[in-house]
């Protein structure tokens, strides 16, 4: 039923010692806001790595400099070996990194198959071979019936596997996740987990954002805190869960759930 | 659908035996706005960049060729040279406008004051013409691209239409065209998705403003004049504008649909009101129409009729 290649090309891999996706000393400021300060973290080949925080905290500011939409202030992104310095977010697409937004952003004329194929063209240029492979990507992601309505028309659940799919059409090294568990209810959050954990199992590495406790502690290997711009702490999922100095961030920030709505 | 087009395209080859000299100078102009509109297509329909200023592009292959002309070169080349010109011109106010982020309104704006800069500076400069403009002497000469009879004309412009409609469609099928789509839709998405967005609307501004060019020959070889507030106008720019968006922007008949729609209502009108001492009052014809269009069929003519049989 699977098709690996409509996902990755390449195989899962352990851990490698050079990691892929390597951020130094990055910060950006607003005007009179350091969003994110003095930021450094890593993240390995294959691994999945939680970036979490309370509302404001520079995480998606972060996910922005890291995927070219924003320019740092100071700092460095090295990924797959590459310094990010001065490319456009479609340079660092076809680098291997792809991200989803916080606020989806399907094409609503267009159907759920033409989303995924203006992913799928970017590596393989014949229409018929991108729809080939966008419509092996939907299958894979659960969309596969809706395939050719449009995309305006499809549900919250829907539209964030379509944000799924698209990102994974570009076949990606990375996948920068941006809360892609808001908003949904227990059963849909427990899908995509799996569909997560699928596409991981692939040798994709994720770094997600997310605010949704349960499916951050069930998938991390690794988690990154943010509060106010600066890490605050990193370790294991249980270390994290147990640090004074997150619990203390997070008392009084009513995004967070323990358990979802 | 495709049997249909070209019944109605071997229809279009026979009518000239039947119509009337006057019938066939409309059916000109019809296929030669359908030609623009086609053009403008490119880049206002499918890459959704509305250009207000299409008439700059017109008007700066008429003169290229026009001048061309004048020492002594066909316009068969000329019209080839008017286009690259505007093709040129094309790419850097796209340029401009693209890679500073002027968007939607904005870009409308840059659009139509560069139009404007050519109006002026061709009414200005008198070695191309002066406020009084270019005229050019009729030979008849079919290698100089004059002819005698309308009917040449005609199947010219139909040609033309032809082909800019097989470019669009050339375009519609690759991947050039599906990321000119998604462009429209939401440019951010698509840069996250690996899309290099300016060279793609780069590239839709340089084919568009090409043929726009080619049509600028046509133009001066078939009135045989070329005065600035005509050919660079904010007149003509309507005309070539207003074609798609009532017949359906980023479709490929839709240009076609809404010049012939828009031609003999035009013709007509300015022929019943100029009577009357009205002049431009066929522009409240056209208003009313586009308002009427925004209202209740805000796609266009084609995508609402197209919808329309389906239900059938």
């Known amino acids: 039923m699977t098709e690996p290649e409509a996902i990755s090309n ?17 910060s950006k400021r607003f005007g009179g806001l350091q969003a994110v300060n003095d930021l450094s973290f890593s993240v390995g080949e294959g691994e999945i790595v939680a970036l979490i925080g309370p509302n404001g905290a520079g995480k998606t500011t972060a996910f922005a400099l890291v995927s070219g939409f924003l320019t740092p202030d100071a700092g460095r992104v090295v990924f797959a070996g590459r310094d990010l310095r001065g490319r456009l977010p479609h340079q660092v697409n076809a680098l291997g990194m792809a991200r989803t937004f916080q606020i989806m952003r399907p094409f609503p004329r267009l159907t759920v198959v033409r989303n995924v194929m203006i992913a799928t063209l970017g590596r393989h240029a014949d229409p018929r071979e991108a729809e080939r492979r966008a419509r092996a990507v939907l299958d894979e992601i659960g969309l596969g019936a ?26 990606p090294r990375l996948l920068l996740l941006d809360e892609v568990m808001s908003g949904l209810t227990e059963a849909e959050t427990e899908r995509i987990v799996e569909l997560v954990r699928t596409i991981n199992r692939r040798g994709v590495a994720i770094l997600l954002i997310e605010h949704v406790m349960r499916a951050v502690m069930s998938l991390a290997q690794r988690i990154v805190v943010l509060n106010y711009g600066e890490r605050i702490a990193e370790g294991r999922p249980e270390a994290v869960a147990n640090d004074p100095r997150v619990i203390e961030a997070y008392l009084g920030d009513e995004e967070v759930t323990r358990a979802p709505a | 659908m495709k049997w249909a087009m070209g019944l109605a395209v071997a229809v279009l080859l026979a009518l000239p035996a039947v119509l009337s000299g006057y019938a066939v100078t409309i059916f000109v102009l019809i296929f030669f706005y359908a030609f ?9 329909g499918y ?13 700066i292959g008429g003169y290229t060729s026009a001048l061309l002309f004048e020492k002594g070169v066909t316009p068969w080349i000329g019209m080839f040279a008017g286009g690259a010109l505007a093709a040129v011109l094309g790419a850097v106010v796209g340029y401009l406008g693209f890679r500073f982020g002027l968007r939607g309104f904005y870009f409308v704006l840059l659009t139509v004051a560069f139009a404007e800069i050519c109006r002026i500076l061709a009414s200005n400069v008198e070695a191309v013409g002066g406020a009084v403009g270019l005229y050019i002497t009729f030979t008849g000469n079919p290698r100089q691209f004059q002819f005698q009879d309308q009917r040449a004309y005609y199947y010219i412009a139909l040609v033309m239409m032809l082909l800019a409609t097989g470019v669009a469609a050339l375009i519609e099928r690759r991947r050039f065209g599906i990321y000119l789509t998604a462009i429209r839709e939401d440019e951010t998405a698509c840069q996250a998705l690996g899309v290099d967005v300016l060279k793609y609307k780069l590239l839709a501004m340089v084919v568009s403003s090409f043929l726009a060019g080619m049509g600028g020959t046509f133009y001066a070889f078939q009135n045989f004049s070329l005065q600035p507030g005509a050919v660079f106008g904010i007149p003509l720019s309507v005309e070539i504008v207003i074609r798609p968006i009532i017949g359906g922007a980023g479709t490929l ?13 035009g013709e007509v009108s300015r022929s019943y009101f100029g009577q009357s001492g009205l002049h431009g009052a066929h522009l409240i014809v056209y208003g009313v129409l586009l308002i009427t269009v925004v209202l209740f069929m805000p796609q266009g003519a084609y995508p609402f009729l197209r919808r329309l049989f389906k239900r059938a």
């Open chain 1, 146 to 171: 809706k395939a050719d309505l449009p995309a305006g028309g499809l549900t919250l659940a829907e539209r964030k596997r379509l944000e799924l799919a698209r990102a994974l059409g570009t076949e």
């Open chain 2, 36 to 44: 623009l509109a086609q053009a403008w297509n490119i880049v206002g």
């Open chain 1, 10 to 26: 390449r195989p899962p891999t352990l851990q490698a010692e050079q990691a892929l996706l390597s951020i130094s000393g990055l």
């Open chain 2, 47 to 59: 890459a959704g960049q509305l250009s207000a200023g299409h008439a700059a592009f017109v008007g």
């Open chain 2, 253 to 265: 008949l839709g240009p076609i649909l809404g010049s012939f729609i828009l031609t003999p209502l």
